[in-house]
Structures are given as structure tokens and as C-alpha cells.
């Protein structure tokens, strides 16, 4: 089992930045992509915002695109979004995702974290 930890949530102005960090811990696994999701208030979907892979490819959802950059650390096992420019409606509680492959149970897996909420006052 991966456990993820993000950190860096808070309350910030809108058109100020923000920057996050998840951090993987636990058995050895391979960790291919890694990324992170958001869930707004009163919404029970979580929104793809950004992921990155291995090899450093990131892939962006639209609403994000050009104001949010994600960015990896292989070896601390890390993962960090940076946002500018943002917004009201970028409040929400955002969660590090990853996906890899774990050799000793011989499948993929998915890890989530908990979550660290995101506050953009207007």
C-alpha cells in the first residue's frame, strides 16, 4: 500500500498562487503517473486537473491549462502542482492521485490521499 500525504492547502486571494505537494511513502511500488484531482463543495465528482508521468509528460484539463504546472520528484517520490491567477471557483479540496504497479502483489494499483483544502477568498 502507497500512502500519499498533500500538503500546502490554505486560504489564499484570488489571482494569488498556491503551490501543493504530495508526498508517496510505504512498500516498494513502481509509480507511473501521478496527479491531482479536485472536489468542489456540493459536488460529488472529483475533477482531473493535471498528471504526470514517469518521464516527466504532464497532461492538463482544460480549466486548469496554462495556469496550473505539476511537476515530479522520482526519487523523493513527490508531486507538486503550482497555481497562479486563481479564482473563486478554483476552491475545493484537492487530492494527489498515483498509479503504478506493485511487483510483490503482481497488480496495478491507485492511491488517494486524503485531501488539503484550497480556499480562494474574492
Known amino acids: 500500500q502507497v500512502q500519499l500525504v498533500e500538503s500546502g492547502g490554505g486560504l489564499v486571494q484570488s489571482g494569488g498562487s498556491r503551490t501543493l505537494s504530495c508526498a508517496a511513502s510505504?512498500?516498494?511500488?513502481?509509480?507511473?503517473?501521478m496527479g491531482w484531482y479536485r472536489q468542489a463543495p456540493g459536488n460529488d465528482r472529483r475533477e482531473f486537473l493535471a498528471?504526470?508521468?514517469?518521464?516527466?509528460?504532464?497532461t492538463y484539463a482544460d480549466s486548469v491549462k496554462g495556469r496550473f504546472s505539476i511537476s515530479r520528484d522520482n526519487v523523493a517520490k513527490t508531486v507538486t502542482l503550482h497555481m497562479n491567477s486563481l479564482k473563486s471557483e478554483d476552491t475545493a479540496v484537492y487530492f494527489c492521485?498515483?498509479?503504478?504497479?506493485?511487483?510483490?502483489?503482481?497488480?496495478?494499483?491507485?492511491?488517494w490521499g486524503r485531501g488539503t483544502q484550497v480556499t480562494v477568498s474574492s
Open positions: 498528471t504526470i508521468t514517469e518521464a516527466g509528460y504532464p
Open positions: 510505504g512498500r516498494e511500488v513502481i509509480i507511473n503517473d
Open positions: 492521485n498515483v498509479r503504478g504497479f506493485d511487483n510483490e502483489a503482481g497488480r496495478g494499483f491507485t492511491s
